[in-house]
């Protein structure tokens, strides 16, 4: 369970993030919507344990974000917006590479078959050779090798085609009910938000996104 | 750390020929300067015929003058033979040393000591006549001053009874004694190793240079690698990016030294040229975290290229092989101290850089763990 309280975030003078607090539970899709500059990505690495909070307190499953850092950080996988994989390297190669640095030991049939669970199939293809859909799905892969219980998605199907945001959807949906895992993901595509996330998070004063997400009959909190 | 060791084979899996190459460069360009030396000033040596009509230890100490020098390669020939040579031009001229030579130079006497023979394709026939000309002079003015110096003794009464053979001898003592042309550029204290003129090329102390070179051009990876945004995994991961960072300069610096190993082998073997070990290993330990640093705080690859170049050519300057700073005894003081190498050219452990660099990366390691932290 994630559970924020009064979570400020100022930069130099500037409030980013003012007196923030929800929750959220293992088995949940938490979208993250808001205007560009809302402080989605700012939220989202302060709950990756890689910037830190002005004010306020984080708990993650009873560990403290204070304290357990370095403990919570095993327990987060973190997709970046940009795709953060090795270009001259195969799927296989960039797989096994992290895995070799990663907190899990893996095999290779291990390894392929989380990629294989979100239909990446191109196993021995240079990354550089990929489409942009799978790119982003070996970004996805590799954030999983270490099987963490929070999930932060960084506007992880910005620029891809249809499908293969289905198949992300649809993998993302798996990973969260049947793997356990809380994922909290950004996006500025309102209907992927709406057909993905089980409750929204609205950052900022803006109504545009909470009359939106009502409409579509989804729970959002305000804050 | 046997998983970074993996990780780095499987990076190195995509560049292992660009690697090799930039790893065996040091070697290759060492060994083709080297034999480019070689055969230049083979071909700069100017073939000159030298016939002695006056067969005595002056003219035979006149030859061995002039085959001193690195500019000239001077052989005894018969008169005939070396007027056919100087005439087909397989030499550029001949000079014959006329019979009483020895007497004339005795007395002080300059004229019509030699008699030179050249072609219209005798290109080097002036300056190498005005070289003979000088070193006859210079022992005409030997005799004069010790038949000075013994006239005075005799005046003064003294008691010495000094020869010229001994005022010659003890004058060439001191000439060699106090010669103040003096090159610093030498390779583990090489005494006078550019006595010849040309500079005596040490294996090593090319190889320095360019392995300094190569070590930046090599350690680029650290940029790519900071730049690259798999960075961004790190805080996620088991090791942190910084030791992930340590880890990987232990295996540049392990993969280097194999390499410096094999080329003090290759050096041995073709120049019997000896390193110390540790020597070797002090320098590649330097030169790694030098490197390292100097591409972090750098974090540009083509700016680090070129600085890289610039300082490398103001070493080799500084170095004198260039321009002579390095002959002066100010230059001297500091030398030590700007130039990474020299310790290594002078034999010895690179300690200070060494120790200069450690403090770089201790900063380096604080600084960027705080940022991961």
């Known amino acids: 369970m994630l559970k924020v309280e009064g979570l400020q975030k100022h930069y130099h003078h500037k409030k980013i993030l003012e007196n923030l607090s929800f929750s959220a539970q293992q088995g949940e899709i938490v979208g993250l919507v808001g205007e560009n500059g809302a402080g989605k990505s700012t939220l989202l690495n302060i709950l990756a344990a890689t910037s830190k909070a002005t004010a306020g307190s984080i708990y993650f499953n009873d560990w403290d974000y204070k304290k357990d850092k370095s403990q919570i950080r095993k327990h987060i996988g973190f997709v970046p917006q940009d795709i953060a994989v090795w270009n001259q390297l195969t799927v296989e190669e960039n797989m096994v590479f992290f895995e070799k640095l990663s907190w899990q030991k893996k095999s290779k049939a291990q390894l392929e078959k989380i990629c294989l669970d979100m239909r990446l199939d191109r196993w021995k293809e240079p990354v550089k050779n990929l489409s942009g859909g799978m790119q982003r799905k070996l970004n996805l892969a590799i954030s999983l090798i270490h099987d963490p219980s929070l999930l932060l998605l960084d506007e992880p199907t910005v620029g891809i085609d249809l499908k293969s945001r289905k198949e992300i959807g649809a993998y993302l949906r798996r990973q969260a009910t049947e793997g356990n895992k809380l994922i909290i993901y950004t996006s500025h595509d309102m209907d992927e938000i709406k057909e993905l996330c089980d409750r929204v998070l609205v950052i900022g004063e803006d109504s545009f996104y909470y009359d939106l997400l009502k409409e579509a009959g989804k729970e959002v909190m305000v804050v | ?373």
């Open chain 2, 1 to 373: 750390m046997k998983e970074i060791l993996s990780t780095r084979l499987l990076l190195w899996k995509k560049q292992w020929l660009s690697l090799v190459c930039w790893l065996l460069l040091p070697i290759a360009i060492t060994i083709g300067f080297l034999s480019t030396v070689e055969t230049v000033q083979d071909d700069f040596q100017v073939p000159v015929g030298i016939v002695l009509e006056d067969d005595t230890e002056a003219s035979h100490a006149l030859f061995d003058e002039i085959a001193d020098s690195p500019l000239v390669s001077a052989t005894i020939l018969g008169e005939t033979e070396a007027l056919r040579k100087v005439k087909q031009h397989e030499l550029d001229s001949v000079f014959v040393i006329r019979t009483g030579y020895e007497e004339q130079i005795h007395i002080g006497e300059r004229r019509d000591l030699l008699e030179a023979y050249y072609t219209n394709r005798s290109f080097a026939y002036r300056p190498v006549k005005e070289m003979i000309v000088s070193i006859i002079q210079q022992e005409t003015g030997r005799v004069k001053a010790a038949n000075a110096v013994i006239a005075l003794e005799q005046q003064l009464q003294g008691t010495q009874n000094l020869t010229v053979e001994e005022v010659v001898a003890k004058s060439r003592e001191v000439q060699q004694e106090q010669d103040l042309l003096r090159h610093s550029f030498r390779y583990q204290g090489q005494a006078q190793a550019e006595a010849g003129g040309f500079i005596q090329w040490n294996p090593w102390m090319v190889w320095a240079f360019v392995t300094l070179l190569m070590t930046i051009f090599v350690f680029d990876w650290v940029i790519k690698e900071q730049k690259a945004s798999v960075s961004i995994r790190f805080p996620f991961m088991k090791y942190s990016f910084t030791f992930y960072m340590l880890i990987n300069i232990a295996i540049y610096v392990a993969v280097f030294f194999i390499i410096d190993l094999a080329t003090a082998g290759l050096f041995y073997g073709l120049y019997q040229e000896s390193v110390s070990i540790l020597a070797l290993l002090t320098l590649r330990l330097m030169l790694c975290l030098f490197a390292f640093l100097l591409v972090s705080i750098i974090r540009n690859a083509y700016f680090s290229y070129i600085i890289a170049i610039l300082w490398t050519l103001i070493l080799v300057a500084l170095s004198g092989a260039i321009l002579p700073f390095g002959s002066t005894e100010t230059a001297a003081d500091w030398l030590p101290y700007v130039n990474p190498l020299y310790r290594f050219l002078t034999g010895e452990l690179t300690i200070g850089w060494f120790i200069l660099c450690l403090i770089g990366m201790i900063v380096w390691y604080i600084r960027e763990e705080k940022k991961y932290a």
